[in-house]
């Protein structure tokens, strides 16, 4: 029994660490994810492509929660490739979860969707993504369980969620070019300081009511000067962006920079940004914005 899936990259609006509050918007970058199921095992082997020797408790529990809910609690193995940087704030765990639990419900020929009373659909989107942050959670690579995260990359769109509740707050769809830099640095979301974070709950507070206004590109903005601070990363690469773009945040918990642009905006220079981030160390990517979400592949 074999499934395929693929999940999608993303960005930050907001932040979760201060106030359990986050949100997040999808871009088009991907991890692919291959589940191969076996009845006689029961023991879940799992391999991240680009990166052999990282640790692999993410996948390997998304795999075993999914065979214990949907299945006969089969064993088997997961392997994942991936066009999102690890530990570099664009959702690489997230990514990476929902695309095994998608991977692992083909593989146990469910039927996915998003309508929760269509007869035809075994499990939903949400569903599947609430039991990837759940793994999430059980591997310990993420403080706040990272549902904003998560639904941003299982549904596509920005999303505004209760990450303390796993609770969906608010979807939109935003149709952005995305200027990406990631310096070489690796920052690992468990070990962010939560309690520095803690101490611009304020701050956090307005980003989210601008987010569920809709005003997702000022709220980015004044979530990444915010948690750049309490990060400890410097706003030097968003304050150059800020009058070329329509937002720019710290990703995550960094070390990525994330802007974004409206493509009609005559305003906006993503072209200057990119010349002022080429010349930092790392590297820049050129994307956009993605409303589809994560999907089933052929197999």
């Known amino acids: 029994m074999e499934g395929r899936a693929a999940a999608l990259g993303a960005g930050t609006i907001l932040n979760a660490l201060a106030t359990g509050t986050g949100s997040a918007f999808a871009i088009d970058v991907e991890t692919r994810a291959t589940v191969e199921l076996a009845a006689d095992r029961d023991d879940v082997a799992g391999e991240i492509s680009e990166a052999p020797e990282a640790e692999t408790d993410l996948i390997e529990e ?16 997961v392997r994942t490739d991936s066009d999102v940087p ?21 593989a146990l020929g469910l039927t996915v969707g998003d309508d929760q009373q269509d007869p035809a659909v075994d499990v939903t989107r949400l569903e599947a993504c609430r039991l990837g942050v759940e793994a999430a959670r059980n591997a310990g690579v993420t403080v706040t369980g990272a549902f904003d995260d998560a639904t ?8 505004v969620t209760n990450n303390d509740a ?3 707050l608010y979807r939109d769809e935003r149709s952005w070019e ?10 690992y979301s468990a070990d962010a300081d939560a309690d520095r974070c803690a101490n611009v709950a304020p701050m956090a507070e307005l980003v989210a009511d601008l987010a569920l206004d809709g005003e997702y590109a000022t709220a980015m903005t004044v979530n990444g000067l915010a948690f750049s601070a309490a990060l400890g990363f410097s706003t ?18 960094g070390p990525s920079v994330v802007a974004v642009a409206e493509p009609t905006d005559p305003a906006t220079d993503l072209d200057r940004v990119e010349q002022l981030w080429d010349a930092r160390p790392g590297v820049v990517r050129r994307t956009t914005t993605r409303t589809d979400g994560a999907t089933i592949l052929d197999s």
Request: hydrophobic share 45%.
């Open 86 to 106: 690890l530990a570099a704030g664009l959702k690489s765990s997230s990514a990476a979860a929902n695309a095994t639990v998608l991977a692992t419900c083909d």
């Open 62 to 77: 998304c795999v075993s929660l999914a065979t214990a809910r949907w299945g006969n609690g089969q064993g088997g193995t």
């Open 178 to 187: 995305v200027l990406v830099w990631t310096p070489p640095e690796r920052a």
């Open 236 to 253: 030097d690469p968003a304050v150059e962006a800020m009058p070329h773009v329509n937002g720019v945040s710290l990703s995550g918990t």
């Open 166 to 168: 796993d609770e969906l």
């Open 152 to 159: 941003a990359s299982m549904l596509g769109g920005a999303t």
